[in-house]
């Protein structure tokens, strides 16, 4: 089963232009590979698409963190609200159809409101210069806990009206 079994691609479209309008952070809806499904990408900052232009923070921060989120949202089978390894929060709500895990939806770039961007890390994995990283981390917003908890709700509920209709 797919995503788009359940909804159409617009459908989950509507829902990362949702997250992303409430939030400011880049949303995403995963298939149960990792893989964004829409094909959209409205960063929130300045800082994340020069992370995820270059191949290793692609690979060793951005999609390690959904992949080690996504599990613990697919085994809690519930959001999931943490840091990446370069300082910046992710959500990750997991969707089921039925008891079938299909995939994932979610944001992320912004900091927690006490946070931090980890500039000696992502100058490590990336290779980036940390004035550089520095320069563009001030363009990274930031989000209360109980932000982030209210629009991971807010996303666990439009998750739940998208799947009703299953009847698998």
Known sequence: MKLTDLQ???KWIEL??????????????YDIDGV????????SNDLCPAIRATGKGQT??????H??????????????????????????VPIFAGDT????AGGCGVLMEDG???????NKTTSLPEDKIAELAQSVGAITQQKAEELAAFIAGEIDRLTASYQG
């Open 116 to 122: 931090e961007i980890d500039a000696f890390m992502i």
């Open 36 to 43: 964004g499904i829409t094909g959209q990408s409205q960063h």
């Open 101 to 104: 895990f299909i995939g994932a």
């Open 8 to 10: 159409p691609l617009e």
């Open 60 to 65: 060793y921060i951005c999609a390690v963190a």
């Open 16 to 29: 990362e232009d949702a997250i992303h309008q409430r939030s400011g952070m880049r949303a995403s809806v």
């Open 67 to 92: 992949q080690n989120m996504a599990a613990m949202a697919q085994n809690g089978r519930s959001p999931v609200i943490e840091e990446c390894d370069a300082g910046m929060v992710k959500i990750v």
